[in-house]
Nanobody, 116 residues
Framework: QVQLVESGGGLVQAGGSLRLSCAAS????????VGWYRQAPGKQRELVAG???????NYADSVKGRFTISRDNAQNMVYLHMNSLKPEDTAVYYC??????????WGQGTQVTVSS
C-alpha cells in the first residue's frame, strides 16, 4: 500500500504563487507515473503535470510556462510549483502514483483558491 498526503494549498490572489507538496509513504516501488491532477466544481478531474514512465515531464496546455513539477526521490516527495496563478486554477489538487502493476493511488487532495 502507498499513502499520499498533499499539503500547501490555500487562498492566493491572482498572479501569486503556491507550492504544493505530496509526501509518499508505504511500499513505494515499480512506479510507472507520478502526477498532479485537479478537479474544479462541476468539472472532470484533469492531469495538470506529471512524470512519464520515461522520466519526462508533461503539462496541461493551460499551465505550461506557469507550473513546474519536481520530485525528491530520496525523500519520497513530489512538488508542484505554481506561479502566475489565475482564478481558473481554483480546484482541489490531487497527487497520484500509478505503478507498473496497475495500482492507482490518490491523496486526499488540497484546495487551491485563486481570487481575482
Amino acid at each position: 500500500q502507498v499513502q499520499l498526503v498533499e499539503s500547501g494549498g490555500g487562498l492566493v490572489q491572482a498572479g501569486g504563487s503556491l507550492r504544493l507538496s505530496c509526501a509518499a509513504s508505504g511500499s513505494i516501488f515499480s512506479i510507472r507515473t507520478v502526477g498532479w491532477y485537479r478537479q474544479a466544481p462541476g468539472k472532470q478531474r484533469e492531469l495538470v503535470a506529471g512524470f512519464t514512465s520515461d522520466g519526462e515531464t508533461n503539462y496541461a496546455d493551460s499551465v505550461k510556462g506557469r507550473f513546474t513539477i519536481s520530485r525528491d526521490n530520496a525523500q519520497n516527495m513530489v512538488y508542484l510549483h505554481m506561479n502566475s496563478l489565475k482564478p481558473e486554477d481554483t480546484a482541489v489538487y490531487y497527487c497520484n502514483i500509478l505503478t507498473l502493476y496497475g495500482s492507482d493511488y490518490w491523496g486526499q487532495g488540497t484546495q487551491v483558491t485563486v481570487s481575482s
